[in-house]
């Protein structure tokens, strides 16, 4: 079992950036896979990002590619989830779940068993 924990939301102009942390908790945090979802108001929890127990696979929505970047440091049991040239559209809570699979490998979308309480992200037009 795992406990995660996120910080590092808040509000941004458009164009800004925010680096989100997902803390997590064990001796076995570095044999699950961790993934970034997010949720805004009214609409559908989506799949944003996941990094694999070992950093081999890094899957994104086409949504954020090129403006996310999702890394591990399995020392210090957290992921993160860099967020650069942020859009309105990006405004949601975001979530981060684990999953565990100490072979490398990663679900790009639901499947999670573990998830913590969500941060939010604001993004000012």
């Known amino acids: 079992q795992v406990q995660l924990v996120e910080s590092g939301g808040g509000l941004v102009q458009t164009g800004g950036s925010l680096r989100l942390s997902c803390a997590g908790s064990?001796?076995?945090?570095?044999?699950?896979?961790i993934a970034w979802f997010r949720q805004a108001p009214g609409k559908d929890r989506e799949f944003v990002a996941a990094?694999?127990?070992?950093?081999?696979?890094?899957p994104y929505a086409d949504s954020v590619k090129g403006r996310f970047t999702i890394s591990r440091d399995n020392a210090k049991n957290t992921v993160y989830l860099q967020m650069n040239s942020l859009k309105p559209e990006d405004t949601a809570v975001y979530y981060c779940?684990?999953?565990?699979?100490?072979?490398?490998?990663?679900?790009?979308?639901?499947?999670?068993?573990?998830w913590g309480q969500g941060t939010q992200v604001t993004v000012s037009s």
């Open positions: 779940a684990a999953d565990y699979r100490p072979a490398d490998t990663v679900i790009p979308g639901n499947g999670y068993e573990y």
């Open positions: 990094i694999s127990s070992r950093g081999g696979s890094t």
């Open positions: 064990g001796r076995t945090f570095r044999y699950y896979a």
